[in-house]
């Protein structure tokens, strides 16, 4: 990617994984996500077709950021954007705030839940020790502390913010 990112994270005792890896300055899945980065650079330029890069369930932005920095290189004129989907507000949050300390433009942050159907909200269980492991099975984190999320499909959300995709 060329430059060293600004992260922001939970504190280490509040989240042992991914934050843990962005605080000692390594990029979550560096491998995977430079795989898609040089992917989307060798798509054709003279191509009018919008290119969106979707981090559904983005987390902290351990792909967003570096996704969003490895395109903010002009590809084609304006038509590559990164849009990340997370329903937690506290990873939302830090997410913003790392994208603001990057000065990233090219990236829209949607507070959302995915699922089937649109359901109004939902209880995440938010895991204490995995800040990412947040789940609408309680038993599937280590713990019982939960947030609300707002449930909503991938085809409403496309109807929905369509021009914002294109026009980010």
Same mark, same amino acid.
């Given at each position: 990617?060329?430059?060293?990112? *600004?992260?922001? *994270?939970?504190?280490?005792?509040?989240?042992?994984?991914?934050?843990?890896?962005?605080? /000692?300055?390594?990029?979550?899945?560096?491998?995977?996500?430079? /795989?898609?980065?040089?992917?989307?650079?060798? #798509?054709?330029?003279?191509?009018?077709?919008?290119?969106?890069?979707?981090?559904?369930?983005?987390?902290?932005?351990?792909?967003?950021?570096? $996704?969003?920095?490895?395109?903010?290189?002009?590809?084609?004129?304006?038509?590559?954007?990164?849009?990340?989907?997370?329903?937690?507000?506290? %990873?939302?949050?830090?997410?913003? $705030?790392?994208?603001?300390?990057?000065?990233?433009?090219?990236?829209?942050?949607?507070?959302? !839940?995915?699922? /089937?159907?649109?359901?109004?909200?939902?209880? #995440?269980?938010?895991?204490?020790? %995995?800040?990412?492991? !947040?789940?609408?099975?309680?038993? !599937?984190?280590?713990?019982?502390?939960?947030?609300?999320?707002?449930?909503?499909?991938?085809?409403?959300?496309?109807?929905?913010?369509?021009?914002? $995709?294109?026009?980010?």
């Amino acid at each position: 990617m060329g430059r060293r990112a *600004t992260m922001h *994270t939970y504190p280490a005792d509040k989240d042992k994984y991914i934050s843990r890896t962005l605080q /000692q300055g390594y990029w979550y899945d560096h491998g995977a996500w430079m /795989q898609f980065c040089n992917l989307y650079r060798r #798509l054709d330029p003279e191509s009018n077709s919008p290119l969106v890069f979707l981090d559904i369930g983005a987390n902290l932005g351990g792909w967003t950021v570096p $996704m969003s920095l490895c395109l903010s290189r002009p590809i084609a004129k304006d038509i590559v954007k990164v849009i990340a989907i997370e329903p937690v507000p506290e %990873n939302v949050a830090l997410l913003e $705030m790392s994208l603001e300390a990057n000065s990233i433009n090219n990236t829209v942050v949607l507070p959302f !839940a995915l699922g /089937q159907h649109a359901s109004g909200s939902l209880s #995440l269980f938010l895991d204490e020790t %995995n800040r990412g492991g !947040a789940s609408s099975v309680s038993h !599937a984190t280590n713990s019982s502390m939960t947030v609300e999320a707002t449930v909503t499909t991938l085809d409403w959300l496309y109807s929905k913010y369509s021009p914002v $995709m294109r026009n980010v």
